[in-house]
T-cell receptor, first 111, second 110 residues
Framework: EAQVTQNPRYLITVTGKKLTVTCSQNMNHEYMSWYRQDPGLGLRQIYYSMNVEVTDKGDVPEGYKVSRKEKRNFPLILESPSPNQTSLYFC??????????FGDGTRLSIL | GQQLNQSPQSMFIQEGEDVSMNCTSSSIFNTWLWYKQDPGEGPVLLIALYKAGELTSNGRLTAQFGITRKDSFLNISASIPSDVGIYFCAGSYNNNDMRFGAGTRLTVKP
């Protein structure tokens, strides 16, 4: 079954404590991307990756890092989380450089 | 940057009615995508459009890529209760930088 798996699904943490949200896909897609979803704003792209070791900034990259060392994994790293990064995060993968499959989301609360 | 406006914000309709929603962009896109999101889940891709003027159907759903390349609409015919959810449009110029609309929340009354 085609899947994009995110972990954790929920996390409550404190300002400044580094965290990583993992994302894994089993469809051998070259394209992967991260989004945050906030009320009234839809989804905003944080970073995307066209292939292994190829990443680029999306619309709202400040405060985030990513890495793409393997095709299946695309972790999102918050080195020093702040309350304005409290949000619902989605990872996606796809062929043709498009987000065709989304994970079920990770709800982050930064206190 | 590119601005993408989706309307309406919300719709309340009776089961069996047809629905129409649209997105407009301040600049041209080469790809338009339409998604549906159910509570607690990620968006699911419904229809992808790649050419100006293209009209594509997926069951009761029909979407069109506007001739100006700055707009797209999604129609749902004969709505049913399971059509409830949030519908998002998304577009990109270079297939990398994907922009999403704010969503249309659809409620279907039985």
């Amino acid at each position: 079954e085609a899947q994009v798996t995110q972990n954790p699904r929920y996390l409550i943490t404190v300002t400044g404590k580094k965290l990583t949200v993992t994302c894994s896909q089993n469809m051998n897609h070259e394209y992967m991307s991260w989004y945050r979803q906030d009320p009234g704003l839809g989804l905003r792209q944080i970073y995307y990756s066209m292939n292994v070791e190829v990443t680029d900034k999306g619309d709202v990259p400040e405060g985030y890092k990513v890495s793409r060392k393997e095709k299946r994994n695309f972790p999102l790293i918050l080195e020093s989380p702040s309350p304005n990064q409290t949000s619902l995060y989605f990872c996606a993968s796809g062929g043709g450089n498009q987000p065709q499959h989304f994970g079920d989301g990770t709800r982050l609360s930064i206190l | 940057g590119q601005q993408l406006n989706q309307s309406p914000q919300s719709m309340f309709i009776q089961e069996g009615e047809d629905v129409s929603m649209n997105c407009t962009s301040s600049s041209i896109f080469n790809t338009w995508l339409w998604y549906k999101q159910d509570p607690g889940e990620g968006p699911v891709l419904l229809i992808a459009l790649y050419k100006a003027g293209e009209l594509t159907s997926n069951g009761r759903l029909t979407a069109q890529f506007g001739i100006t390349r700055k707009d797209s609409f999604l129609n749902i015919s004969a709505s049913i209760p399971s059509d409830v959810g949030i519908y998002f449009c998304a577009g990109s110029y270079n297939n990398n930088d994907m922009r999403f609309g704010a969503g249309t929340r659809l409620t279907v009354k039985p």
